[in-house]
C-alpha cells in the first residue's frame, strides 16, 4: 500500500460511492475493506472528523448491500414525483378540443395553477403551507419529505415529528426507495440514546420486512455501547414480535454482524441461541459473510476464558478493553485504544515477555488469532508498509546471533543449575544401576559360597540374576525416572531461554524490525553447527507468543 495521498472526488458522495472508491461493480467486501483503510491512512478520523464520516457512511451502504443483497438501502438518488409533475398530463389527439359552433364562443378566465410547493414556502407563512399539506387527502411521497422537513421548524413537539412523516409515508409507499433511504439517514444521526429503544419499535411496526435490519442495524450497536444489555434484549424481541415479510438469510447477516458487539456484554443464554441460530441455518450464511463467523469462533472461545486471561496482568486487561473496543466500539475511535496498546509495549518489551510467560498453562490461541486480526487490521489504517526482508542476507547475522545467545545462556544462573542437576542426575543414575545390580546379587554369592548348587547352578545364579536385575533396572529408568528428568530438563531450558533468549531475540526485533515471520525462518535457516543451546532457541521461539506480540507492536511504534 503506498502512503502517498490519494486523490479524492468528494462530489461522489453520497450519490455514487461505487466510483467515490474506484470499485468495480463485481466489487467484494475485501475490494471495499481494502479502499476503505486506503483513505483512512489519509483522513484519520482524530484529524478529519467530517471527511471520516463522509468516508464511513459511504463504506457502511456498500458492506450492507455485500451482506444484505437486495434487503439493503441503496445509494440517495431522490427522484420526487411532485404535484407539478403529477399535474401535467400528455395531451393526446384524442383529447383535443373539438371544433363547434360554440369554438367562437368567448373564452371564461382560465383558473390560475397551484404554485409549486417550494415557491409556496418562499411566498406564504409555513404554517399555512405545512397545516393545507397535512390536510391534504392523497400524499406523494415528496409530500411525506416536505412535511418531515418543515416538522421541524413549525411542529417539532418531542422532536420526533420528522421521522413520524418518514413513517406514516412508508405506511402509504411501502417500496419507496426515497423515503427509507432518508430514514437510513435518520436513524444514523445523533439521537439522544434515551430514544433509541423507542424508535426502533415505532420502525418495527412500519418496516416490516428485510430491510429492517440494515436501516437499524447502527441503531442496534449504540444501544449495546451506551445502555444495559437487558434494555437491547427487550428492544429486539419487541421488534421481532413486529417483523412479518422476512427472510433467514437477513436475518443471519444481522445477528453474525451484531454479535461481534454483543458477545461482550449478553448473558449466556442469549449468546447460545444466537449460535445456534447460525447452526441451524449455516448453509444459508452468505458467503460473504463467512470470514466473520470464522472470527466469531475465536470470539466465543477467547471470551468464555476472558475472566482469567484478560485480569492476569495489568497489559492483558489493557489488551482486552482494546479488543472491546475495536470489535463493539464507536468506529471514529476503534482504534485508539489498540494503537495505544500497540505503541507501549513497543516502548516495553520487559512488560510484554513478562505479561505473557512461557511457563504458563494458559490456551493464548484464541487471543493471539483475534490479536492478529485486529493488528493487522488497524495497521492497514496506519501504518505504512515495509519492505520484506532479504533474509539470505542475514544469515551470517542469524549465526552470530545464536553465539551470542549460547555465551550469556552458558554464563548464566540457570544454565549452570541445569549443568548441576545433569551432573548430579548422572551420578544418581549410576548409583541407581550399581545399586539394584549388586544388591540381589548378595544373597546370591552367599548361597553359592555355602556350597548349595552345582558348578552349572553357581555360574548360571549369577548371570541369571544379574541380567534380570540389569533388565529390571532399565524398564524403570527409562519407564519412569527418564521421563521424569525430562520433564525436569524442559524445565531448566526454559528458564535459559526466559533469562536469557527472549531478551536477546526481543533486542534483536527491535534493532532489525523484522517481522516474527521473518525472525523465524532466520532462526531456522541460520548455521547451528556445534552449537548446544540453538535447537533449543529455536524451538522455544515457535512457543513464545509474547515475541510475535512484540513484533507486532514494533510495526507501530513511533
Request: overall charge neutral; hydrophobic content about 40%.
Amino acid at each position: 500500500m503506498s502512503d502517498e495521498n490519494v486523490e479524492v472526488d468528494w462530489s461522489l458522495l453520497p450519490h455514487e460511492p461505487l466510483k467515490f472508491f474506484s470499485l468495480a461493480p463485481t466489487f467484494d467486501r475485501k475490494d471495499l475493506k481494502r479502499a476503505y483503510n486506503r483513505l483512512l491512512r489519509q483522513f484519520k478520523p482524530e484529524k478529519h472528523p467530517n471527511e471520516f464520516q463522509q468516508i464511513r457512511a459511504a463504506y457502511e451502504l456498500l458492506d450492507n448491500q455485500q451482506r444484505y443483497g437486495a434487503a439493503a438501502t441503496s445509494p440517495p438518488e431522490y427522484k420526487w414525483q411532485t404535484d407539478d409533475a403529477a399535474a401535467k398530463p400528455a395531451t393526446s389527439a384524442s383529447q383535443r378540443p373539438v371544433e363547434s359552433a360554440a369554438a367562437n364562443a368567448p373564452e371564461l378566465p382560465a383558473t390560475p395553477a397551484p404554485l409549486p410547493l417550494h415557491q409556496r414556502i418562499r411566498h406564504e407563512p409555513l404554517a399555512n403551507v405545512y397545516r393545507q399539506l397535512a390536510e391534504k387527502q392523497h400524499k406523494l411521497p415528496y409530500d411525506y419529505y416536505a412535511l418531515a422537513v418543515m416538522s421541524d421548524a413549525v411542529d417539532r413537539k418531542d422532536g420526533q415529528q420528522f421521522l413520524r412523516w418518514l413513517l406514516q409515508g412508508l405506511v402509504e409507499h411501502r417500496r419507496d426507495r426515497a423515503l427509507l433511504n432518508l430514514l437510513y439517514e435518520y436513524l444514523r444521526g445523533p439521537l439522544a440514546i434515551e430514544t433509541v429503544a423507542k424508535i426502533l419499535v415505532a420502525v418495527s411496526k412500519t418496516v416490516r420486512t428485510d430491510e429492517f435490519f440494515p436501516l437499524t442495524e447502527s441503531l442496534w450497536h449504540r444501544l449495546l455501547r451506551e445502555r444495559p444489555f437487558v434494555e437491547f434484549r427487550k428492544t429486539f424481541e419487541a421488534c421481532e414480535t413486529n417483523l412479518r415479510d422476512i427472510c433467514i438469510d437477513a436475518r443471519l447477516a444481522f445477528t453474525v454482524e451484531i454479535l461481534e458487539s454483543a458477545i461482550w456484554v449478553a448473558d449466556g443464554d442469549w449468546i447460545a441461541k444466537a449460535f445456534g441460530l447460525i447452526e441451524e441455518n449455516f448453509q444459508r450464511i452468505p458467503p460473504q459473510v463467512q470470514n466473520d463467523l470464522d472470527l466469531l469462533d475465536f470470539l466465543r472461545n477467547y471470551v468464555a476464558g476472558r475472566p482469567n486471561l484478560a485480569t492476569a496482568h495489568p497489559l492483558r486487561r489493557r489488551i482486552d478493553e482494546a479488543l472491546r473496543d475495536f470489535f463493539s466500539g464507536d468506529a471514529a475511535k476503534r482504534d485508539r485504544t489498540v494503537l495505544q496498546c500497540q505503541v507501549e509495549m513497543a516502548a516495553d518489551p520487559a512488560a510484554t515477555l513478562e505479561a505473557f510467560p512461557l511457563k504458563s498453562e494458559e490456551d493464548y490461541s484464541n487471543f493471539y488469532t483475534l490479536w492478529c486480526y485486529v493488528s493487522g487490521d488497524v495497521a492497514e489504517r496506519h501504518v505504512a508498509d515495509q519492505p520484506q526482508a532479504n533474509i539470505s542476507a542475514w544469515i551470517s547475522r542469524g549465526r552470530a546471533l545464536y553465539e551470542n545467545i549460547e555465551r550469556r545462556v552458558k554464563s548464566s544462573v540457570p544454565y549452570r543449575r541445569w549443568t548441576g542437576a545433569s551432573l548430579v542426575y548422572s551420578l544418581l543414575i549410576a548409583l541407581f544401576y550399581l545399586f539394584v545390580t549388586v544388591i540381589p546379587l548378595i544373597p546370591v554369592l552367599v548361597l553359592i559360597g555355602a556350597g548349595i548348587g552345582g558348578g552349572f547352578i553357581n555360574v548360571f545364579l549369577p548371570l541369571a540374576t544379574i541380567g534380570i536385575t540389569i533388565g529390571v533396572a532399565v524398564f524403570v529408568h527409562f519407564r519412569y525416572l527418564r521421563p521424569r528428568w525430562q520433564q525436569h530438563e524442559q524445565t531448566h531450558a526454559t528458564n535459559c531461554y526466559a533469562a536469557v533468549s527472549r531478551e536477546e531475540l526481543a533486542a534483536f526485533l527491535q534493532r532489525s524490525q523484522f517481522s516474527h515471520p521473518e525472525l523465524r525462518d532466520l532462526l531456522f535457516n541460520a548455521d547451528i553447527t556445534n552449537l548446544t543451546t540453538a535447537q533449543n532457541t529455536a524451538d522455544h521461539f515457535q512457543q513464545d507468543y509474547a515475541l510475535a506480540i512484540y513484533a507486532m507492536a514494533l510495526r507501530f511504534q513511533v
